[in-house]
């Protein structure tokens, strides 16, 4: 099976602008996570689609949005970049969403460097 | 709420030495715990994982943990590390609820000098 695709692996902005990240689940992975990555912060939970809906948030603004396709694929938007947007964004799928009836391993992608300028 | 503590942020050992990294979680109810690795370059990868059963997980490349429900602890030890282990090392919580979302660690970066 192909692993987790994240596009573009790197990107450069400039403060203000926005931009879409993107994630391509493993094939019959219904839940997508993203994360945020940095040197200071360690990974911090952005928010996890299952089947089209948001199903649990981080404590990010609203700024900071997702989308889920009908194929799983993910969308991650963040709108009026800032400096401390710089990171690496991490996508995780797995096959079901974790809670009272299951916990389910993630499994990650290799991630969008994002650097604001 | 839930939280995880790497209380190491940077382990330095030479080849051969014996590893333990902590981790310490805040939950009082049910949990699922994990490991992760991420070496230089590389995207992160799942090194162990506990779900229920026995306490003393097995993982990848010789790893194992041990969780210890009443200190709150899943410890990550290795009995003779090798310069290839160099890598940054998350610990991770799920906890057992109805809207349960992975809670990581902030990382512990190991350095072995060969």
């Known amino acids: 099976k192909a692993g987790v695709t994240q596009t573009p692996r790197y990107l450069i902005k400039t403060r203000g602008q926005q931009v879409t990240l993107s994630c391509s689940p493993i094939?019959?992975?219904?839940?997508v996570s993203w994360y945020q990555q940095t040197p200071g912060q360690g990974l911090q939970f952005l928010f996890e689609?299952?089947?089209?809906?948001?199903?649990n948030k981080g404590n990010f603004p609203g700024r900071f949005s997702g989308r889920q396709f009908s194929n799983s694929r993910s969308e991650m938007n963040v709108s009026t970049l800032e400096l401390g947007d710089s990171a690496l964004y991490l996508c995780?799928?797995?096959?079901?969403?974790?809670?009272?009836?299951?916990?389910?391993?993630?499994?990650f992608g290799p991630g969008t460097r994002l650097t604001v300028l | 709420a839930q939280s995880v503590s790497q209380h190491n942020h940077h382990v330095i050992l030479s080849e051969a030495a014996s590893l333990e990294l902590g981790c310490n979680y805040s939950?009082?109810?049910?949990?699922?715990l994990f490991w992760y690795v991420q070496y230089p370059g590389q995207h992160l990868q799942l090194l162990l994982k506990?779900?229920?059963?026995?306490?003393l997980v097995k993982g990848i490349k010789g790893f194992e943990a041990e969780f210890i429900k009443s200190k709150f602890s899943f410890n990550l030890r290795k009995p003779s590390v090798q310069w290839s282990d160099t890598a940054e090392y998350f610990c991770?919580?799920?906890?057992?609820?109805?809207?349960?979302?992975?809670?990581f660690g902030s990382g512990t970066r190991l350095s072995i000098r060969p």
């Open positions: 995780a799928s797995s096959a079901g969403t974790s809670g009272r009836a299951g916990v389910y391993e993630q499994f």
């Open positions: 094939s019959g992975h219904r839940s």
């Open positions: 689609y299952f089947s089209e809906t948001q199903r």
């Open positions: 939950y009082g109810g049910t949990v699922n």
């Open positions: 506990y779900f229920s059963g026995d306490p």
């Open positions: 991770a919580v799920i906890a057992y609820s109805s809207a349960s979302k992975i809670i």
